[in-house]
């Protein structure tokens, strides 16, 4: 008899990654139309949803016109060429472009002014503030300025990655007109200048404070970068760079110079996008294509500002009226400043869901085993870390006590590489043994361990976590830590660490599942086994929680479990490449994804497995990136309470929520998810900050 199964090769199966990108940057923007949210956050949507798409094109776009330039005729899962998706993803970008430039204008711009804060221009003040700020042009931002002719005798200026610039048109006294190129000095001066109040301002109030834009200023008083010539117009403008370049790590005797090479070589990248003001002249538009060798595709007209993830500006002032409302982060009172998180640990394992949960008491971890006598080293994996960094302050502390202290730092982390460095030299400088990462490989896993001397010998005190050791984005992402002194899991964590600072090269892990190694064979076999218990039992179900989802093997393997039957709930908050809902193929796969206050970016994995619950957290996402190319970390949940109260309550929450979930339909769309009729909307994560850790139960 023929085989009559789904041919899971067949393209039309599979999403597309960048255009479902687009569509997660797209609930970015919706977030930013949401009302429901304080202003000034929907001001930081705009801004976050301007960010993304600058990345976007440096690296995704970028690698899509190094394809075609390349000749690439291989297409992803879902069949597209990478032509096809380059004009896929401007057909999706232009309405959505005018849909950011709507929301700024029209909506956030007017609210704004009610507000208070007035985004004007320099045309609508008064003739005393036009004075005030020219005399802060002559005396603060002109001797920066460098004017660039573009003429026979001059060549195109070069313009860097994510540059600000104004193309300047200016007449000369024979009536010839001469293109000039300004570079608008970002670097050193805040893009927003706030406009000083010269006496009574009509239609204002006394407490209103408004901005001009830095290139505003630039433009208005650009006759004093052209004597003799009369300035006839001032065009902003943003050049994109491809920024994903390839370090050639088997080449390079040194890892961090070969690094600090490329973040040079970024500032030059080939260009990808130019941004225009919507009212430069056709003839500008055309030399700027020319003259950095794009096609007219990649030139994108606006009536907003470019580079609107500048407006981020706008969240420092002082206006809590307009912002969410601040909240506390609970602490586990056994954990809590002061007390002995060490006898804790030793109590039973301990897991804290972020930012609804401080963070402090993994800074109060380190701080603890800094200041221990007992504690002979620390071991740690260092992503992105940020500034100010209170886990770096903690390991020179343990340094300065003696302590040894060993730090994986990865200096690959895109756009914080420059970050990474100070933190390595400043770490070396120290004492601390410093690894760069692995050459081919990018260190994601979240670990430390502290070993500890103590009267039955020496304990592993182990913290593994699904996000960054940095205190600040721990207020703003969803990430879960898990403390734990279990001897399997140290023994397993040990092992990574020599293998991540030796020769150690380890095959097989007991407890933790490591990519490139075990995991994705761990994830997979956990599949299998669930439709094999399904095919027997009927009783399969399978929770999968994550950031993306496109590793094309996965994909197959949640379809071949869904055609058994298994029941199958994705949360994937950005990418998912999988189609769910098709009949015979995904029928029993259901995919949501939640946008809101703070970024997704807890991973976890549930199986059923017949009532004998598996649930694995850790740092990996389903992508071919993370399992075969980066060093990864998916370790179980033993203790029974913490794994009851992942699966019987915080899993639960999450998929209830029917305030900021979207649901994703087997055509790639999104519908928001709605309360059954006479319910209240749910927000999960409001619920997560006002129960103030009270889903741990009695454990707590």
Same mark, same amino acid.
């Not at 804060?117 to 008064?126: E, G, H, Q, S």
């Not at 610039?165 to 608008?184: C, M, S, T, W, Y």
């Not at 809590?320 to 998180?341: H, N, Q, T, W, Y």
């Not at 150690?504 to 990519?515: F, G, N, S």
């Given at each position: ?33 949401? =009302? ?140 010839? =007109? ?21 006496? #009574? ?32 117009? +001032? ?13 050639? =790590? ?55 500002? #470019? ?35 060490? +006898? ?19 800074? @109060? ?88 001397? =103590?009267?039955? @010998? ?12 940095? +205190? ?65 039992? @009927? ?80 740092? +990996? ?14 370790? #179980? ?40 009729? @006479?319910?209240? #909307? ?19």
């Amino acid at each position: 008899m023929a085989d009559t199964s789904p041919d899971l090769s067949d393209p039309s199966l599979y999403i597309n990654r960048e255009l479902s990108w687009l569509a997660f940057n797209r609930h970015v923007l919706d977030e930013a139309n949401d =009302e429901s949210h304080p202003l000034l956050e929907r001001v930081k949507f705009l801004a976050i949803f301007a960010g993304n798409l600058d990345e976007f094109f440096m690296i995704r776009v970028a690698g899509l016109e190094r394809q075609m330039a390349a000749g690439v005729l291989e297409a992803p899962p879902d069949g597209m060429t990478p032509s096809r998706q380059m004009d896929a993803i401007r057909a999706s970008l232009l309405p959505t472009l005018r849909e950011q430039a709507s929301c700024w204008k029209e909506d956030l711009l007017p609210k704004l002014a009610a507000a208070g804060i007035r985004i004007t221009t320099v045309a609508d003040l008064t003739e005393d503030e036009k004075m005030v700020l020219r005399a802060k042009f002559v005396e603060e931002i002109f001797p920066v300025l460098t004017p660039l002719a573009f003429d026979p005798s001059h060549p195109f200026p070069f313009i860097s990655n994510l540059s600000l610039n104004l193309a300047i048109i200016v007449r000369d006294r024979n009536g010839r =007109e001469f293109f000039a190129r300004v570079k608008v000095p970002t670097k050193f001066f805040s893009r927003m200048i706030p406009v000083p109040r010269s006496g #009574p301002v009509n239609g204002t109030s006394p407490g209103e404070i408004r901005f001009v834009f830095l290139e505003e200023i630039i433009g208005a008083n650009a006759d004093l970068l052209f004597p003799g010539l009369a300035v006839v117009a +001032a065009y902003p403008f943003r050049i994109t760079r491809d920024a994903d370049l390839e370090i050639e =790590e088997d080449e390079a005797s040194d890892l961090l110079t070969a690094v600090e090479q490329v973040m040079e070589q970024r500032r030059t990248g080939t260009p990808v996008r130019i941004e225009v003001d919507d009212r430069m002249p056709e003839a500008i538009c055309q030399t700027l294509e020319q003259q950095l060798h794009i096609a007219p595709s990649m030139l994108y007209r606006s009536d907003t500002p #470019p580079g609107l993830a500048d407006i981020m500006q706008l969240l420092s002032l002082d206006r809590p009226d307009l912002k969410d409302a601040p909240f506390i982060p609970s602490v586990p009172a056994e954990i809590a400043d002061g007390r002995d998180i060490f +006898a804790a640990i030793r109590k039973h394992d301990i897991c804290l869901f972020h930012p609804y949960e401080s963070f402090s008491p993994v800074i @109060g971890f380190l701080r603890q085993a800094a200041n221990d006598p007992d504690v002979l080293a620390i071991k740690i994996t260092l992503y992105r870390v940020g500034t100010n960094s209170p886990v770096v302050a903690a390991l020179l502390e343990a340094r300065e006590n003696g302590k040894a202290v060993a730090a994986v730092i990865e200096l690959k982390a895109r756009f914080d590489e420059e970050n990474n460095i100070g933190w390595a030299n400043k770490l070396e400088q120290a004492g601390v043994h410093v690894v760069y990462g692995i050459v081919g490989l990018k260190v994601h896993a979240k670990a430390c361990m502290v070993v500890r001397r =103590e009267k039955n @010998g020496i304990r592993r005190y182990i913290h593994l976590g699904t996000g960054n050791y940095n +205190a600040a984005s721990a207020r703003i992402y969803t990430d879960f830590g898990f403390f734990t002194c279990d001897p399997g899991i140290g023994a397993d964590v040990a092992d990574l660490f020599n293998f991540l600072t030796g020769y150690a090269r380890i095959e097989e892990y007991k407890t933790l599942a490591v990519a490139p190694v075990t995991l994705r064979r761990a994830v997979l076999s956990g599949i299998q086994r669930e439709t094999e218990r399904h095919i027997s039992h @009927g009783d399969g179900h399978i929770i999968f929680k994550m950031n993306a989802l496109v590793d094309r093997e996965c994909i197959g393997a949640l379809y071949r479990a869904s055609q058994a039957g298994v029941k199958v709930d994705l949360q994937v908050r950005g990418i998912c490449c999988l189609r769910p809902g098709l009949p015979g193929i995904s029928d029993t796969i259901r995919v949501n994804t939640i946008v809101g206050r703070f970024l997704e970016h807890a991973r976890l994995y549930y199986f059923h497995n017949g009532g004998k619950e598996e649930v694995l957290l850790g740092s +990996a996402d389903l992508m071919p990136r993370n399992l075969d190319r980066r060093v990864e970390i998916l370790f #179980p949940v033993r203790d029974t309470a913490i794994r009851a109260m992942l699966a019987g309550t915080v899993i639960p929450r999450l998929f209830s929520d029917t305030r900021k979930m979207r649901v994703l339909s087997g055509d790639g769309t999104y519908r928001h998810a709605r309360p059954e009729q @006479g319910r209240e #909307p749910f927000d999960a994560q409001s619920w997560f900050v006002t129960s103030r850790g009270s889903w741990h139960g009695g454990r707590r």
